[in-house]
């Protein structure tokens, strides 16, 4: 598979080490789909079929109307939103992809606590009852500690390296793609810090930190 490649519609294998290898419009890789557009749309909707798959699992907590509301937030915390963004803090997201992540994210929280949108009742009021984040900041903050992690290492290291690469030629006409850093750029902006606050790993992930909010029943 290649990326943006001109002669995409060119299927012919391709011979490595005297093998012939199918070209393909996408494949797993790392528990994340690759797609021949580069775009995303493909991995989350990956990531949100195996989050309902796990959600599913777990019906008979989640959808159990004798379980307590905080238990049923902290089941979906530890089990089912890992899995819906396993590797989000290496995605170049953009906001529509975002808003696809929140509305599946919403619907699971709903049918936990059995109500529909009919009640005409909001999201921040489902979120608070279960204890739960929203989703972006979550991946916010998975991503900003990910930028951390990478700037704390060597300048050999192949991720700044990969982080600093400046690729020769122009630019295609249009809108261009929203890139990692970009997204990050408008990360550090949003929680106010900068590169200086990195060395420090106490500091970098007590200004970056996102934490899920406390429900009635974690007062008592």
């Known amino acids: 598979m290649s990326f943006n490649n001109p002669n995409s519609s060119d299927n012919r294998p391709i011979p490595i080490d005297g093998q012939l290898v199918t070209m393909c419009d996408q494949y797993k890789y790392l528990g994340g789909m690759m797609h021949i557009s580069g775009n995303l749309e493909c991995n989350i909707q990956h990531r949100i079929a195996a989050a309902w798959q796990k959600w599913r699992e777990l019906t008979g907590v989640t959808c159990d109307k004798r ?3 905080k238990l049923k937030g902290l089941v979906y915390k530890s089990m089912i939103r890992p899995v ?80 600093h690469l ?43 930190g996102k934490a899920d909010p406390i429900t009635m029943w974690d007062t008592s």
């Open 67 to 69: 379980m307590p509301v």
């Open 84 to 163: 819906l963004i396993y590797g989000s803090e290496t995605w170049a997201i953009t906001q529509k992809d975002v808003h696809t992540i929140q509305s599946a994210e919403m619907k699971m929280l709903r049918w936990m606590c059995g109500v529909t949108r009919l009640d005409k009742i909001r999201n921040e009021f489902v979120r608070g009852s279960l204890g739960v984040r929203d989703i972006a900041d979550k991946m916010q903050e998975s991503r900003l500690r990910w930028y951390g992690h990478i700037r704390r290492r060597p300048p050999d290291y192949v991720g700044n390296l990969a982080l």
């Open 166 to 208: 400046s690729l020769p030629g122009r630019r295609s006409r249009g809108r261009p793609k929203t890139r990692w850093k970009d997204v990050v750029l408008k990360d550090m902006s949003e929680c106010q810090v900068s590169d200086e606050d990195v060395e420090d790993r106490a500091r970098w992930r007590k200004l970056i």
